[in-house]
């Protein structure tokens, strides 16, 4: 029964904590500029996401470390100073985006300036890691993050049309800006593929003691979870193309994004756009400063762990602070969050292939998964994500300068 429990929980918090602030900018953007144009982008970068997260969690479970512990043992520190250190800097840009996008959202609600909310954001982000462990981190801010499940409901009152909803799963070329189609579609891969979300899912299943026999518990919740997760995404887009895409608005910040809840919810939009827009980017800002303390720690073959605590890993407790502070600042500085988020984006796309090609080494060397390699097509689809994800490395800069 308690796995049971674990599966659905499992599942259920993995769609409150899909949706943060890069999957509902880059939505929003592709939506009004777009219409459904855009939607085999997060189909195809949901399922890709669905895939390494399966995998990142077998690997957890069968050989009880995480991506970053087990690309150490297997490659060396020194292999790691590049993609570490890019993934860490990656980190505290998105941090800082995430912050910036929670303190916008309680401006929304009193009307108060952003900045101001961005040190008690903080704060508030550090005392949960301090006080709460992993089970309480993961489902109870997967939980409240289901309230972007009203992204769904608004497309849902607004009456798609099935059969353009259906074609707009192949992929096709816009008529008008396609450097800016093309900078957008690989943007959505940057924000749904995020390398911090498969080491931090792969530390997840170390922290809730995954065992090889529950590897079908791994499989259903990331499949399941993630796809589900996707569809929020997908309810962004489809909600922007409808009520945005017709006025001509451009989301160039949030509160115009805000506007779209207009139709469906009326007097509540913004009130319900501010809430889903606040806890998704907290749970993230959660998430990214967790799973730096992770990376620090299991890099450098220190103790970690949300679960133990503090005093016993007090080097896990100091990297988590430091990134964090380091989020904060750049917060602070005034970048506009969802410019930065963009950057971010684009720059996660890069560093890429440095993650994943590692991962396809991995998945088959079997002192670390034993007998549950990837067979022929898990291998063909982890090569061909690598193969993409090099291509889109080069072409994701000259993109950013001409369509971002």
Request: charged fraction near 10%; include cysteine; charge should be neutral.
């Given at each position: 029964?308690?796995?049971?429990?674990?599966?659905?929980?499992?599942?259920?918090?993995?769609?409150?904590?899909f949706v943060?602030?890069?999957?509902?900018?880059t939505?929003?953007?592709?939506?009004?500029?777009f219409?459904f144009?855009?939607l085999?982008a997060?189909a195809?970068?949901?399922?890709?996401l669905a895939?390494?997260a399966?995998?990142?969690?077998r690997?957890?479970?069968?050989?009880k470390?995480?991506?970053?512990?087990?690309?150490?043992?297997?490659?060396?520190?020194?292999?790691?100073?590049?993609?570490?250190?890019a993934?860490?800097?990656?980190?505290?840009?998105?941090?800082?985006?995430?912050i910036?996008?929670?303190a916008?959202?309680?401006?929304l609600?009193?009307?108060?300036?952003?900045?101001w909310?961005i040190?008690?954001?903080?704060?508030?982000?550090?005392l949960?890691?301090?006080?709460?462990g992993?089970?309480?981190?993961?489902?109870?801010?997967g939980?409240?993050?289901?309230?972007?499940?009203s992204?769904?409901?608004?497309?849902?009152?607004?009456?798609?049309?099935?059969?353009?909803?259906?074609r707009?799963?192949?992929?096709?070329?816009?008529q008008?800006?396609?450097?800016?189609y093309?900078?957008?579609?690989?943007?959505?891969?940057?924000?749904?593929?995020?390398?911090?979300?498969?080491?931090?899912y792969?530390?997840?299943?170390?922290?809730?003691?995954?065992?090889e026999?529950?590897?079908?518990?791994?499989?259903v919740?990331?499949?399941m979870g993630?796809?589900?997760?996707?569809?929020?995404?997908?309810g962004?887009?489809?909600t922007?193309?409808?009520?945005?895409g017709?006025?001509?608005?451009?989301?160039?910040?949030?509160?115009?994004?805000?506007l779209?809840?207009?139709?469906?919810?009326?007097?509540w939009?913004?009130?319900l756009?501010?809430v889903?827009l606040?806890?998704?980017?907290?749970?993230?800002?959660v998430?990214?400063?967790?799973?730096?303390?992770?990376?620090?720690?299991?890099?450098?073959?220190?103790?970690?762990?949300?679960?133990?605590p503090?005093?016993?890993?007090?080097?896990?407790?100091?990297?988590?602070?430091?990134v964090?502070?380091?989020?904060?600042?750049?917060?602070?500085?005034?970048?506009?969050?969802?410019?930065?988020?963009?950057?971010?984006?684009?720059?996660?796309?890069?560093?890429?292939?440095?993650?994943v090609?590692?991962?396809?080494?991995?998945?088959?060397?079997?002192?670390?998964?034993?007998?549950h390699?990837?067979?022929?097509?898990?291998?063909?689809l982890?090569a061909?994500?690598t193969?993409?994800?090099?291509?889109?490395?080069?072409v994701v800069?000259?993109l950013?300068?001409m369509?971002?």
């Amino acid at each position: 029964m308690s796995v049971l429990v674990d599966l659905i929980l499992g599942v259920v918090t993995s769609i409150g904590g899909f949706v943060e602030v890069g999957s509902i900018s880059t939505a929003a953007q592709a939506g009004s500029e777009f219409g459904f144009q855009l939607l085999w982008a997060i189909a195809g970068a949901t399922i890709m996401l669905a895939m390494l997260a399966e995998m990142s969690g077998r690997l957890a479970a069968v050989s009880k470390r995480s991506i970053a512990a087990a690309v150490r043992e297997r490659f060396g520190i020194h292999f790691q100073h590049i993609p570490l250190g890019a993934e860490l800097f990656i980190d505290v840009l998105l941090l800082a985006a995430e912050i910036g996008g929670a303190a916008i959202a309680v401006k929304l609600l009193t009307g108060i300036g952003f900045q101001w909310w961005i040190l008690p954001a903080g704060l508030l982000v550090w005392l949960v890691l301090w006080f709460c462990g992993f089970s309480l981190i993961e489902y109870g801010l997967g939980l409240l993050g289901l309230v972007t499940l009203s992204f769904v409901t608004s497309a849902w009152w607004l009456k798609p049309d099935a059969s353009d909803l259906a074609r707009s799963l192949v992929p096709t070329f816009p008529q008008h800006d396609r450097v800016r189609y093309a900078f957008l579609a690989v943007s959505i891969l940057g924000a749904t593929v995020s390398p911090y979300l498969l080491n931090f899912y792969s530390s997840g299943t170390i922290e809730e003691q995954m065992t090889e026999k529950e590897l079908w518990v791994n499989r259903v919740t990331s499949y399941m979870g993630m796809c589900f997760g996707g569809v929020v995404s997908m309810g962004v887009l489809v909600t922007s193309a409808m009520v945005l895409g017709p006025r001509h608005i451009k989301v160039d910040s949030y509160e115009q994004a805000a506007l779209m809840f207009v139709p469906a919810f009326h007097r509540w939009a913004v009130v319900l756009f501010a809430v889903s827009l606040g806890i998704g980017c907290f749970g993230a800002a959660v998430e990214i400063t967790l799973n730096a303390g992770y990376v620090f720690s299991q890099a450098l073959g220190w103790p970690w762990g949300a679960n133990k605590p503090r005093r016993d890993a007090a080097r896990f407790v100091a990297a988590f602070t430091f990134v964090l502070v380091a989020g904060v600042i750049v917060a602070v500085l005034g970048f506009d969050p969802l410019r930065l988020t963009m950057i971010a984006l684009a720059l996660t796309v890069v560093i890429m292939p440095l993650i994943v090609l590692p991962f396809l080494v991995l998945m088959n060397d079997p002192t670390y998964v034993k007998d549950h390699t990837s067979g022929p097509v898990g291998n063909g689809l982890l090569a061909a994500i690598t193969v993409l994800a090099a291509a889109l490395a080069i072409v994701v800069i000259p993109l950013e300068v001409m369509g971002g």
